[in-house]
């Protein structure tokens, strides 16, 4: 089973930027659907980029124009660029994978990473 490591957390200050990286093993990045999750305190999980293959991003509102998913196919690794964050940007990211290429929103994530924190001062 595929693995996954993200890292690139850290604490900013509002207005500030983070590059968020997810370590894949095999040929997850190259292959398959991928995503970025986030967990703020106190609040359920969401949802906030997801890439199909072969290079379709979606964005949830609140993270649209100011975050940027990417993947570094010669590294495996996912990338999340987030400028410009805000205090309300402030919990745990992870990254997830899906088993085919294509993203379904309705169909689990199989594969999960541990996650990176993100604290944003304001």
């Known amino acids: 089973q595929a693995q996954l490591v993200e890292s690139g957390g850290g604490s900013v200050q509002a207005g500030g930027s983070l590059r968020l990286s997810c370590k894949a093993s095999?040929?997850?990045?190259?292959?398959?659907?991928m995503g970025w999750f986030r967990q703020a305190p106190g609040k359920e999980g969401e949802e906030i980029a997801t890439s199909t293959r072969p290079e379709t991003t979606t964005y949830v509102d609140s993270v649209r124009v100011r975050f940027t998913v990417s993947r570094g196919y010669a590294e495996n690794t996912l990338y999340l660029q987030m400028d410009n964050l805000k205090p309300e940007d402030t919990g745990m990211y992870y990254c997830?994978?899906?088993?085919?290429?294509?993203?379904?929103?309705?169909?689990?994530?199989?594969?999960w990473g541990r996650g990176t924190q993100v604290t944003v001062a304001s």
């Open positions: 997830a994978a899906q088993s085919r290429a294509l993203c379904v929103p309705s169909d689990p994530w199989d594969v």
């Open positions: 095999g040929n997850t990045v190259r292959r398959y659907c």
